[in-house]
């Protein structure tokens, strides 16, 4: 059986991402890490549809084209 429990805690999530503009300013390549140091931490999330925070390390990247 789950029980809730009220509490408080502090944490800091860092990031990092890293981008490239293309010559030309024709887009950008970026690549990223949500919390770059793994750390754990309690957090229940409300907003299943839009996610805010990351409970563990994620890697992603992405390219946007202007033309």
Do not use: C, E, K
């Amino acid at each position: 059986m789950d029980t809730l429990v009220n509490g408080t805690s502090n944490f800091f999530v860092s990031d990092l991402n890293l981008s490239y503009r293309f010559p030309n300013r024709h887009g950008m390549l970026s690549v990223g890490v949500n919390n770059l140091f793994d750390n754990r931490f309690n957090f229940q999330n409300t907003d299943y549809n839009n996610v805010l925070i990351f409970p563990s390390r994620v890697v992603f990247s992405r390219i946007t084209l202007a033309f």
